[in-house]
């Protein structure tokens, strides 16, 4: 984590307020695949990434909540916590609805002042909305004392995107967010909740992401049309097989038997769900064998069906995964996160970085104009209160 922005944020939390606040940085994320099975109850294999958020967080001993965007040099002020409600100030939403969700569990929540920065890229599907929101959780679960295990904090951060930013998430990034671990990725299963973590090495096999930097404004709705659909496809199956509560109990032959009946779109949505939880579990044997080369290929696989089956990919992304298949010393690449612009996730021998990351930038700058930016990350522990 950035001290200097650690500092910056204290800086400025003291400058408004004059007491000591509680210091948290929260970390975005990673996802090496398993990508849109988080609420089709299947897996997930993400990191928490060294692009993260910094809070400064303290109780004002009045009613006030008193925001400050040190990014953005905006504030918003509410004159009482009792009565919180979604604001027009898109970043404070991602803050409130946090609030809110403490409320609703039956904790009051006093006035806070809350400082936040942060270094991860907006838009890039790296969640830095995600992280906001577990940060900010941490920080009110600690300052209020309201004994809530990591796990509940990880719903109150995803049911903040639900109720206060519109999106219906899977908990993958609020889970990655505040599970992570330094040095590993971590599966999990999003329908127990259980989780393993496993060693990965970014000395040996680094993690580069391309942003395309696309932000497609069409994101969020067309996120909650796939959910929808994905549950259109569940409730088709369930006429047939009651057993089926997501599409994790799916199978490509009940869908191949109910293919008229659930309709071409639906069909493949589906079928990318079922072929994508298989890929996770693949990918993770891949992992413990130690076989890059194998695990590089789930992710071709993945993006493929993210392009093709699931359509959220974009031209964009879809010239990157294959400037990055060109390119030396890449294991795999995909597109990462929700879609429709944000970031690549390439793995890239150590070696060769450079090598890729001037290759992959000079297919996409001669294709779109574009000068590519790329992050290479490391994997971190995720959030946690920032040492003195
Ligand atoms: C976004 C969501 F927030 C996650 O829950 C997940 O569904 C992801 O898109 C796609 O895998 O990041």
């Not at 049309?225 to 369930?238: I, W």
Request: glycine content about 10%; overall charge negative.
């Amino acid at each position: 984590m950035s001290a200097s922005l650690a500092q910056a944020v204290a800086a400025n939390f003291h400058q408004h307020f004059g007491y000591e606040p509680l210091l948290v940085r929260a970390p975005g994320r990673v996802n090496l695949i398993g990508e849109h099975t988080d609420y089709n109850g299947g897996f997930v294999l993400p990191a928490a990434v060294d692009k993260e958020a910094v809070f400064a967080v303290g109780l004002n001993q009045g009613a006030q909540i008193r925001l400050v965007a040190h990014d953005l040099g905006e504030t918003l002020e509410l004159a009482n916590a009792a009565e919180i409600s979604p604001s027009d100030t898109h970043w404070a939403n991602y803050l409130l609805g946090v609030a809110a969700q403490f409320q609703q569990r039956g904790v009051a929540v006093p006035g806070f002042d809350c400082v936040f920065a942060g270094t991860v890229p907006l838009g890039a599907g790296m969640s830095s909305s995600a992280a906001i929101e577990c940060g900010l959780a941490f920080a009110l679960n600690r300052l209020l004392g309201a004994g809530f295990e990591t796990m509940e904090l990880a719903r109150i951060a995803q049911l903040a995107e639900h109720t206060y930013a519109g999106v219906m998430c899977g908990i993958m990034d609020q889970f990655a967010s505040l599970f992570g671990r330094d040095a590993h990725v971590v599966r999990l299963d999003c329908r127990s909740l259980e989780y393993e973590y496993f060693p990965f090495d970014t000395q040996a096999c680094r993690i580069v992401l391309c942003n395309s930097g696309v932000k497609h404004s069409l994101a969020s709705s067309e996120y909650n049309t796939r959910r929808q659909e994905c549950e259109r496809g569940v409730s088709v199956l369930q006429q047939h097989h009651p057993e089926v509560v997501s599409l994790r109990d799916a199978t490509m032959e009940m869908l191949e038997a109910h293919r008229s009946e659930l309709g071409g779109t639906v069909y493949r949505r589906c079928a990318y769900v079922v072929q994508e939880n298989t890929r996770v579990e693949a990918a993770c044997q891949h992992l413990i064998d130690g076989d890059l080369a194998a695990f590089g290929q789930e992710m071709y696989g993945s993006h493929a069906g993210l392009r093709d089956d699931y359509e959220v990919s974009c031209a964009e992304l879809d010239v990157l995964v294959e400037a990055a298949r060109a390119a030396p010393g890449v294991f795999g690449a995909r597109m990462m996160g929700g879609g429709f612009g944000g970031c690549t996730i390439n793995l890239v021998a150590p070696d060769k970085v450079d090598a890729f990351i001037e290759s992959v930038g000079k297919a996409y700058e001669e294709k779109f104009g574009l000068k590519l930016e790329t992050y290479q990350t490391t994997i971190v522990d995720g959030v946690g209160v920032v040492a003195k």
